[in-house]
């Protein structure tokens, strides 16, 4: 059986098969798929993106989802005990919830797939949307230099699952203090941002607007980037906190419309899951 808590469990190749899954999704193939298939999952109710395509993609698929509030987890009940129940008429698991330990005791005990829809560690299936969106608008985004601007946190961690195994270069641009281990590091974003492709963003958090008061990308900064280069800040984004107005009206904002394959890449996951299942992986 196959799971998707981590990117760092996955190959180029599975990468690149979760994106052909997506491709033909697009072309009209799988319509059927989760006919007759119930998928439970545990989502936030300020969750909106992540959910949302989960849910329209389950639907299109022919499957049911049947939702419930990641805090139903927290409870005396051993999670070995209710994963052993859900076991007997789920036929996959998306949990969005803060701790990734706990993803992986429901994973250690299901008997479906169980994919991780975000945790306080990673959001891996965000970063393959996102490498999927770039795909389709880059020659080759492994040859891509990449900015990340934000504080250690499980954007900045997916980002740097993505780059070790899709081969592309990573920085990190931070206040000190704020580094991502085993990452190169620039405390100074208007050094950092000059060549790079592809611009990353994450909320800086209410906590720390004092400390990334500078590292705030704006138009100007951009223009120090790349000709053809792409911001790509994560969502939700705040205007005038880690990106400008000006910027996010500006060409180089990849817009609402790079997320939209969000819903073929988590279906192309939760199929590509179900078919390991089937293989026995």
């Given at each position: 059986?196959r799971?998707?808590?981590?990117?760092s469990?996955?190959?180029r190749d599975?990468?690149?098969?979760?994106f052909?899954?997506?491709?033909?999704i697009l072309q009209?193939?799988?319509?059927r798929y989760l006919e007759?298939?119930?998928?439970?999952?545990?989502f936030?109710?300020?969750s909106?993106?992540?959910?949302?395509t989960?849910?329209?993609g389950?639907h299109l698929?022919?499957?049911q989802s049947?939702l419930?509030?990641?805090?139903?987890?927290?409870?005396k009940e051993?999670?070995k005990?209710v994963?052993?129940?859900?076991n007997?008429?789920?036929?996959?698991?998306?949990?969005?919830?803060?701790?990734?330990?706990?993803?992986?005791?429901?994973?250690d005990n299901?008997?479906?797939p169980?994919?991780?829809?975000?945790t306080?560690k990673?959001?891996p299936?965000?970063?393959?949307?996102?490498?999927y969106a770039?795909?389709?608008?880059r020659?080759?985004?492994?040859?891509?230099?990449f900015?990340?601007?934000?504080?250690?946190?499980?954007?900045?961690?997916?980002w740097?699952?993505a780059s070790?195994?899709?081969g592309f270069?990573?920085?990190?641009?931070?206040?000190q203090g704020y580094?991502?281990?085993?990452l190169?590091t620039c405390n100074?974003l208007y050094d950092?941002?000059?060549?790079?492709?592809?611009?990353?963003?994450?909320?800086?958090?209410?906590?720390?607007l004092?400390?990334?008061?500078?590292?705030?990308v704006?138009?100007e900064?951009?223009?120090?980037?790349?000709k053809d280069?792409?911001?790509n800040?994560?969502p939700p984004f705040?205007?005038?906190e880690?990106?400008?107005?000006?910027?996010?009206?500006?060409?180089?904002?990849a817009?609402?419309?790079?997320k939209?394959c969000?819903?073929?890449i988590?279906?192309?996951?939760?199929?590509?899951c179900?078919?390991?299942?089937?293989?026995?992986v």
């Open positions: 059986m799971n998707f808590i981590r990117l469990d996955f190959t599975d990468v690149l098969r979760i052909q899954i997506a491709d033909d009209g193939n799988y319509k007759e298939k119930t998928i439970v999952m545990f936030p109710a300020s909106i993106r992540t959910r949302v989960f849910e329209k389950i698929l022919g499957g049947i419930f509030a990641p805090e139903t987890l927290d409870k051993d999670i005990d994963t052993g129940y859900l007997n008429w789920a036929d996959g698991l998306i949990v969005r919830h803060k701790d990734i330990s706990l993803l992986e005791k429901i994973a299901a008997q479906v169980v994919i991780n829809g975000m306080d990673n959001h299936c965000e970063m393959l949307a996102d490498m770039l795909s389709k608008i020659r080759d985004l492994t040859t891509d230099q900015l990340f601007v934000g504080a250690a946190g499980n954007i900045g961690y997916a740097k699952e070790e195994l899709m270069s990573l920085i990190q641009c931070c206040p580094e991502m281990e085993g190169q100074h950092a941002i000059a060549d790079k492709d592809i611009i990353c963003t994450d909320s800086f958090g209410s906590n720390n004092e400390n990334f008061r500078h590292f705030k704006t138009l900064h951009m223009k120090r980037a790349r280069a792409v911001l800040p994560c705040y205007r005038g880690e990106v400008s107005n000006d910027v996010i009206d500006s060409p180089y904002f817009g609402y419309h790079f939209k969000l819903m073929e988590q279906q192309a996951i939760i199929i590509f179900m078919q390991e299942e089937t293989r026995g």
